[in-house]
């Protein structure tokens, strides 16, 4: 077998029973996922997935990266090939150095995919390569996997993707019209017009306003134009917006040095510093936004993008080379939290990528503010150890009520049963302790296990 | 019942064994509490508490930010009333919130204190709301609640509160006074006089002045000042000054530039970079004057004071809004270091809220210059998770010798046996794990779970 | 005993059993120390070691710094003499002050020592102080005690020292002139000749010109000269460079910039900034020549050096007062790693003093530049906990592939043995308690213990 039936359970045999016991509460609950990357197009076009390279190694920069990393060649992993050439020799690149992944979760995802829903019992290698390619091949045209079967069984009670404010939402459109019952929602993620360092972002601009009716030339009309792109987005069941940003930095400014900064940011006029002013100030518009329309926000800061200018210029965005950075919240959010901070009608979901910011700053403001929550480990700590870390450095400061459950964050759509199942086991295994070691009541760990299964999202979230 | 004998022992059960042996050799053993914020009015009154609310809820800003932080409005929990107005009523409200402090330090605190002190079996919830704030009410006018009569059934050896350099300590002179022989001591804190910040500074300074018959308005006779009023402290036992600085800045200013410094923040004609060397002095003096009449000092770096301002103008301070900030020590203390670092006759304690420091500078620092120790985690780290990790994070370096055992810092009187009880049980088990691991002989154990308990923490603050 | 066959293996019982499963295969592996400060003279000249103070306390600064903090004074332990006047009195003190080290690594090294190498059971302290130093004494005149049996009795596969330009390696040809099989070989270590606030930074530069036949006096021949150093080092066997700058700072300046730099700095006409961009610079050039020759760069940032000035001015250079500090890699290397970074040919090896960058910074780099890999923990990290939280913040998202094995890092020629032993014991416990959790297989897990203990090592240094 590839997974073990106590996977990631603490090893002390006692505590180990209670974890077994709260997991089997929690193991069958509907997966909620409002933070994902798949794409809508999948579900609207329900056509099967190409092949197992195209599938696996082409949309997943955690595999990719590894494999880079110990020498391995991008073109030979068909990375920035529209059409993988030969997908079956990108596949046994990808299983002779399947070993690298050892101790990682990509390999404990990827091995709960290939048993659960593939059937394969023998370890991918370079000798079962082949095999594992064919068979992938062949199920792939089945209609078990197709995309919404797939989505179906899943247990998948909502899931979301990500999309720009100028996107037409058309497939989220088919979805609904198609009558299929999935609940498939968009997010708000206006990074391409609220960020003048987006490629484009001037002309995106131009669009918004174009898409909308309104002259996005003016800090008004812009604003304007954001409005009714949310509202367009709020028709089709998005509840959220997410913002990718470098730092955490917020502002307030006056209307006035708002509009004039805005002038100067579209025109191409300023400079670096001017600009984490601008994007500074449209997280806090996003707040009073959300506000007006019950939107909740996101905040996902600490990454230096396309560190590899080689990778960058000849591979383009997403491939493995964003690399986190330390990240002040303290300091940054506090502009946006004097303003909003003690709006009880606001929620802000912070995730980070610099784990001592978590008991040092995290935690002490989401035990705070009515508007915080402390999002899941994001990324590279969307991991075991990671969400274990998270746990012991949060929950004494900020309880378990001041997070939001799990988020999946992927690309990669087989992934998330995966995934869900690896949170749910960890923080199945951080109750266990608590209960083993006298520091919370067997009944209480049963609903609190429920809770960071399925409840806080759906609370957090609105959904 | 609410608490179990066996709490925060490690699960494996060969290692609880030996935890649960080493914590029986401390377990009774008297309680130091050198750092605290009782007040010395309870003992010198020795009146009884007013009501559960007033209690348990009001004073305690680890209560009542967890449930602002979940939409509880700080006037419902009578935050800011002189006098609480429906003491039922609150406490009611904090009952039906008490599941929020699952997992938390807090919880584990008050859950002692009920059944301890109160008797209580069950747990505080909705139900058990009245029954909780009835039996309280009633005990609380018995004898055996006094503050007195507590400070003795919890086995205090020493009591130290925390003291402004203007406070004349009429209710320690009252408590001598009284022929009771429990030793409470004031601790020397002169932020109101040297924080250009602190409210009413200069006021504050001319007072201190006349109190000691010195021309505060000159750096000779503020300085002068200063170590009249220290001298007073000492004469009702202080062992220690306590200083809660925004960084860990220290300064090596000549005598002209620091007389110059003091005439432009005494005028307020400082700004905020000046201010902020003027701290960094003081610090230095401070450890000048420790030189000459033998006080510890304590260093408390690292918070934002009043990060919600809304809060802050509503409530006032030490509403649950202090949010630590990343802390630099090793460039900070440096001036301070290279003056007086070497010297023999100095202990400065060095506290931190920025856990990242612990074994990238303090353990360092601390396991080389004579005058340093490690204060035990602090605020939000004083937890089972966070003692464990400043173990783990410590030790190897600095040792166990140039640490100070545990302090209490707490306003919650009826919580200082409970946190001891907490520290003595985490460090049992930290030493039965390097037991169980062979990293320690048994009988060493003991003697250090000994000293970590007792012995280090007289001779670190000269009690 | 002093040391039990089952330490530092982790106390539940069936993963310690999965432990002592890996460890036995994997203790008798030869060691590699590719990255030591022991010195090639001992291995020359091969007489005994002089004494057991001279020995254990006067060369290791972990030894006499943890002493210095608790108010030994350095002198009477003999620090700063040529030859120890009375080292049995330094012994006494040293062994009355050996309960200081409970709990640390020092300890366990020592203690490996005291009864693998000289056969005591009963621990050291004022009582045996006097047993030991006879006993010691005695048997470092015997044959089987001398560096070269030493070597030989520690299954030493390669020791490397660490060698500054201008050495004319004259130790190294004797090693080899003498036939003794031994491979001990010479780092290059150049911040004798590329960090401008080194002591005697402008003559060094003109002793290596000298010695090479090159004008040092200009960029191009300051250059030529380092590479003709190289090549002198590579024909003794060398594979690798190390670096210790206070910062990763790199720089890619044009050569125009780089000569103008040199000049200024070479005339110390250069500030503190420019000197700093000078280091930066010499990264890069360093991994262009290693792109020519092959050799290995290992990077060793973050420490403040000589903190402690009045030690510094008394004792000299490496007296135990050397402080970490936060360290940046992400934005630091940016310049070297979009230079050579995607170059296979290059390996680059990182070490860190700040483990909030672990999983922050170095597993995300580490993870995708095919260049980069990660040193062990290093110094105060060179411990049980360090190795453990190194493992644990660093596999996930680096995997196992991109660390390097264990470096040793010692002065201390005799604590080799006992430090390899503790990297392979935690590494063991790591790998047990992931098969424990069924994250690993354990096939997979003795493979990997192999990797850690000998196969990586030798791989990432060429050897």
Redesign the interface.
């Known amino acids: 077998m590839l ?2 039936e ?10 180990r029973r209670i974890a077994r016991a709260l997991y089997a509460h929690v193991a069958k609950l509907p997966l909620i996922s409002p933070h994902g990357h798949t794409q809508a197009s999948w579900f609207a076009k329900n056509e099967p997935f190409p092949d197992p390279a195209t599938l696996f190694v082409q949309p997943d920069h955690y595999v990719f ?2 494999l ?4 391995v060649s991008m073109d030979d992993l068909g990375i920035g090939q529209a059409v993988i050439e030969d997908p079956r020799k990108v596949w046994r690149i990808f299983a002779q150095h399947y ?7 990509t390999r ?1 995802w990827l091995d709960y995919s290939f048993q659960e829903l593939f059937g394969f019992k023998e ?1 991918l290698s370079e000798k079962t390569a082949d095999h594992y390619f064919d068979s992938i091949s062949e199920k792939l045209t089945k209609a078990e996997y197709l995309p919404r079967a797939l989505y179906d069984s899943f247990h998948l009670e909502v899931l979301t993707t990500t999309d720009p404010p100028n996107d037409r939402l058309e497939n989220h459109k088919a979805i609904r019209a198609s009558g299929w019952k999935a609940r498939i929602l968009p997010t708000f993620r206006p990074d391409s017009v609220v960020d003048p360092e987006f490629a484009g972002f001037a002309e995106n601009i131009a669009k918004l306003g174009e898409m909308h009716g309104e002259d996005s030339g003016n800090w008004k009309g812009y604003l304007n134009a954001l409005r009714k792109a949310r509202a367009r987005f709020k028709e089709l069941g998005c509840t959220a917006t997410d913002h990718g940003h470098p730092t955490a930095q917020t502002a307030d400014l006056t209307e006035a040095e708002a509009a004039k900064l805005y002038s100067a940011v579209l025109a191409g006029k300023a400079d670096a510093a001017q600009q984490e002013v601008f994007r500074a100030q449209m997280l806090t518009e996003m707040a009073r936004m959300s506000l007006e329309d019950g939107f909740v926000m996101q905040i996902h800061p600490g990454s ?1 993008r396309n ?5 960058y210029e000849r591979y383009g965005r997403d491939m ?2 964003d ?4 990240t ?1 919240y ?2 940054a959010l ?1 502009p946006l ?2 303003k909003f ?2 709006e ?1 009608g606001l929620t802000i979901i912070l995730f980070m ?4 910011t978590l ?3 995290l ?8 508007c ?1 929550r402390l999002g899941p480990p994001w990324w ?2 969307d ?4 969400m274990m870390r998270f746990r ?2 949060t ?8 997070t939001v459950g799990f988020n999946d964050d992927t690309r990669a759509f087989l992934s998330i049963p995966a995934r869900h199942d690896v949170a749910r086991r960890i923080d199945c295994g951080f109750l266990a ?2 209960v ?6 067997e009944d ?1 760990a049963f ?2 296990a429920h809770e960071l299964a399925y409840g806080l999202v759906k609370k957090a979230y609105r959904l």
């Open positions: 997974i073990h106590d996977r990631l359970f603490p090893a002390d045999p006692g505590t990266r590894m880079y990393s110990q020498g070993y690298l992944f050892r101790g990682t979760p404990m370890r230096f560190h590899n200018q080689y990778v493995g080379a690399i986190p950075r330390p002040n303290v300091d506090h939290l004097n901070g003690n009880k990528l610099d784990e001592s008991s040092r700053e935690a002490p403001l989401a035990g705070h503010y009515p915080l590279f700590h991991s075991p150890e990671g012991e450095l929950t004494e400061t900020a309880g378990f009520y001041n302790r608590l083993a070691e006298h520091r919370l009541d209480e609903e609190v």
